[in-house]
């Protein structure tokens, strides 16, 4: 058997990363991560909420203010 190119290989794996990075983005997942580093940037010290704290407080903000309505 022959092996698989390096540049397959880099594509392949670029190609997953990328998959990986839309998915986060997708489903929201990536937002936590980003409050979290906003949090530290802005409060230094003061502890950052869980991520169940995060997508209660994300899920109430939400609730409260819907960003798109149909009329």
């Known amino acids: 058997m022959s092996a698989v190119p390096r540049s ?5 794996g670029r190609g997953l990363r990328a998959v990986h ?3 986060r983005e997708l489903t929201g ?3 936590y991560d ?3 580093e906003r949090h530290r940037r802005e409060r ?5 909420p869980t991520r ?3 997508q209660q407080m994300r899920s109430r903000r ?3 203010a819907p ?4 009329c």
């Open 34 to 36: 980003r409050h979290c």
């Open 67 to 70: 960003q798109s309505r149909c």
């Open 21 to 23: 990075w839309y998915l």
């Open 29 to 31: 997942e990536s937002a």
């Open 62 to 64: 939400l609730e409260e």
């Open 44 to 48: 230094p010290g003061a502890p950052a």
């Open 52 to 54: 169940r704290e995060f």
């Open 8 to 12: 397959w290989a880099g594509m392949v």
